[in-house]
């Protein structure tokens, strides 16, 4: 079962790569780090097992290569391993880049229609066949390497980067990391940046001589607050009932076993 969180999107996508790597704080000679961050590898495992439990009930993230469907939210068709819309530009983004890498391939002839219904619900020129070929073309590796790529150039990589200027551990990277699958970046009250924003107005990170833990639980607190302006967002126990919980046992390397829940169900990684 796919849920409500599933339905989170991202405005002014085109803005996220560019605008969090130009952000002051990326330069800041104080930046910290922890020597393992969430980008090595088996940490990195760990925090698409974390966003597969709350985006897919599974925590077999590789076997979303191939999920595509309409929840309803507006957004058009939500494919993919971290949920590229068709109606948000990400999906089109990585349509491209697919096509250029692979000329020809099952969803090259669909991109002048991705390029109609981008910032639509529509799937005028998408339907009856793209989910069967996206399916389809998710057996192939380069369309795989795709995903993989967008997912880190827009999602992944700029929280990372953030998290480590902010002088934060694995926990804190992470967290910035769902937010930003979550909530995207922009100009809105509820994109990553201004939830952010919203947490430094209450604490200061360690690179900026804060307590970590003390950031971090403001930085939740934020998060939970722009979950809750969007129905489709308002169970916030990916929150509540998952990154609190490490927070609060002060494992903020999240090092295994890991236990937490998600709209009530329980996962463990051992």
Known sequence: MKHPARTSRRT???????????APLLNSPRAA??????????KKEIAMKL???????????????KYIEDIGDGRGYTAGIIGFCSGTGD??????????????????????????VNGTDSHDGLDPNFPRDWARAAQDQEFRRAQDGERDRVYFGPAVRQGKTDGLRVLGQFAYYDAIVMHGDGTDPTSFRN???RALNRARPPAQGGDEVSYLHAFLDARVWAMKQEEAHSDTSR?????????RAGNLDLNPPLDWKVYGDSYHIG
């Open 195 to 197: 939830i952010r924003r």
């Open 239 to 247: 929150v509540d009932t998952a990154q609190r919980v490490f927070l």
């Open 51 to 65: 966003v597969s439990s709350a985006e897919n009930s599974s925590l077999d993230w590789k076997a979303q290569y």
């Open 12 to 22: 002014l996508l085109a803005l996220v790569g560019a605008s969090l790597a130009s």
């Open 33 to 42: 780090a922890a020597a393992v961050g969430l980008d090595d590898p088996a």
């Open 91 to 116: 999906m089109l983004d990585l349509v491209e880049l697919y096509a250029d890498r692979r000329p020809g391939n099952v969803l090259a002839p669909y991109l002048p229609a991705l390029r109609r």
